[in-house]
């Protein structure tokens, strides 16, 4: 990238916001959360609309590498999130975040498997956490997307590099029951993933994309455990 396209790039207004301090996010490590503007998909239960919907962010990448450049001792890691991170080239910003000496954890709902194949093979990210939104008969209802086959082919290709990541579902089940989560649990298994699949309580909120409502709890004793760890979230 030559110099001119690199400052452009650094100077872009594409971050929404940025949390200073968690302990929360990326397990081990004291991070920080950078919450990108923009997302591909709209899940009906999304309650980051306002990063989802806005046109312009509030800081660029050059601000936002300052930040850090005052925290370099004092946190570990730096978690790209959003909105949905890989919507953007981080290859910068990211070499940037290393040089500081930070950890990277991105967080994606999994679509852009060139950017995720650029960082993993250039060593520019340490972890990723992968949303699996639904099986392919609920993915277009939950995601207004046709992108299922995009977050597998990018769950597959972690699963072959062997690289570290999660993968996750946000159950509501009023979009997602028992069945569903079977299904998504058989998927995942048949693609060999050995981590851990957590699935974490949709939390209500003033407002999201859906306008859905708390669900009740989903029966656990449903939940197929016998060829993948399972987790609870919140
Ligand atoms: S919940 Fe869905 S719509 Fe909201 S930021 Fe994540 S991927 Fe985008």
């Given at each position: 990238m030559n110099i001119n396209k690199e400052l452009n790039l650094l100077n872009q207004k594409l971050i929404y916001d940025f949390t200073k301090f968690t302990t929360t996010?990326?397990?081990?490590q004291i991070s920080c959360i950078i919450w990108f503007i923009k997302c591909n998909f709209r899940c009906l239960y999304c309650y980051n609309n306002s990063l989802v919907y806005t046109k312009k962010g509030n800081y660029s990448f050059s601000e936002i590498l300052e930040f850090l450049k005052s925290r370099v001792g004092l946190l570990d890691a730096v978690v790209l999130s959003g909105g949905e991170a890989s919507l953007y080239d981080l290859e910068i910003f990211c070499k940037k975040i290393k040089e500081l000496g930070f950890k990277i954890k991105l967080d994606t709902n999994g679509t852009n498997l060139n950017l995720v194949k650029n960082l993993t093979k250039k060593g520019l990210v340490d972890f990723i956490a992968i949303d699996f939104k639904?099986?392919?008969?609920?993915?277009?209802?939950?995601?207004?997307?046709?992108f299922y086959e995009k977050v597998i082919v990018t769950i597959k290709y972690l699963i072959k590099i062997g690289f570290d990541f999660e993968l996750r579902t946000t159950i509501n089940t009023?979009?997602?029951?028992?069945?569903?989560?079977?299904?998504?649990?058989?998927?995942i298994s048949c693609l060999d993933y050995k981590g851990i699949y957590y699935l974490q309580n949709f939390i209500e909120t003033s407002s999201n994309i859906g306008n859905i409502k708390k669900s009740?709890?989903?029966?656990?004793?449903?939940?197929d455990s016998k060829n993948l760890t399972i987790q609870y979230r919140n």
């Open positions: 996010d990326y397990v081990g639904a099986p392919k008969y609920k993915f277009f209802q939950i995601t207004a997307t046709n009023r979009l997602l029951d028992e069945k569903d989560i079977n299904d998504m649990i058989k998927t009740r709890a989903i029966d656990k004793s449903l939940i």
